[in-house]
């Protein structure tokens, strides 16, 4: 068990009915933690509100944007910590429509720091950042010194947003750090589309007794449980190490595209699927391999990923044969 305290700290989650939100949101009740989530329920973006059906009664919910300033004002006010998941994720979503990624993943985390400043500087700030911003890789495993260059439009605000907290963090003391999320799975994640993670749509499809498309097939990729995903937003909270640093996340195995649709098929006990060359349009901001080297994070924090992508298939096929109506 780690060394942390959350009873009765008041937390505030952005995103807080999204994926890793809900699943955080539910282990700091756990721990006894007072519990704000904040999301817009924007279709597009993940937001589902069945996601905290089991701790419904034990949170409070505030659907607002965190687009709009004056809400977020008064919601960062006297919370201990803030878990700042809330963002656009869609890759094409963001080619196609620059300006919405800007607004939310770059302009309103301007926006939250600056509530943060004038209204609640003693708040510790944890930021979801991705490793998409460091593009296609020069060398493998990547390292969070590794050069940043993001291949879409998504990635590049990303980065802006995570720099604004190093900054803030660097120059006004609010203490914020940043996990370089790599391809987080698990319950509650969004499955009915590709918008969130390419392995969502492969679940649906694979329990639905149809074929999905796997996309080249060689490259390698490597997963986090979500809940190893939600153990290190915790660590980095408590931590003051943590403060003003970047931290990637990894997996316990690095696996090839074709590899993993296998390993579904087999943890599903059945299933097929087609391998398929590269449309065009994603052809161009397809990063090859991709793995973290998370060093920096298993020696400062002393975090180290405990779900292995077999038994992460399993736990999450579970989940949505009893709730994947939830989910379409």
Known sequence: MSAYNFSNKKILITGGLGFIGSNLAARLVELGADVTLVDSLIPEYGGNVFNISEIKDKVKVNISDVRDAHSMQNLVKDKDYLFNLAGQTSHLDSMQDPNTDLEINCRAQLSILESCRKHNSDIKIIFASTRQIYGKPERLPVDESHLLRPTDVNGINKMAGEWYH????????????????????????????????????????????????????????????VDDAVEACLLAATSEK??????????????????????????????TFNAREFPAERKRIDIGDYYADDRLIRSELNWSPQVNIQKGLAKTLEYYRKHIEHYL
């Open 166 to 225: 190093i900054l803030y963090n660097n120059v006004y003391g609010i203490r914020s750090c940043a996990l370089r999320l790599t391809n987080t799975y698990g319950p509650r994640m969004r499955v009915k589309d590709a918008r969130q993670t390419f392995l969502g749509i492969w679940i649906k499809l694979v329990l639905e007794g149809k074929p999905f498309d796997v996309w080249g097939g060689a490259q390698l990729r490597d997963f986090t449980y």
């Open 242 to 271: 943590a403060n003003g640093k970047v931290f990637n996340l990894g997996g316990c195995e690095v696996i090839s595209l074709k590899d993993l649709a296998d390993l579904l098929v087999a943890a599903n006990g059945k299933g």
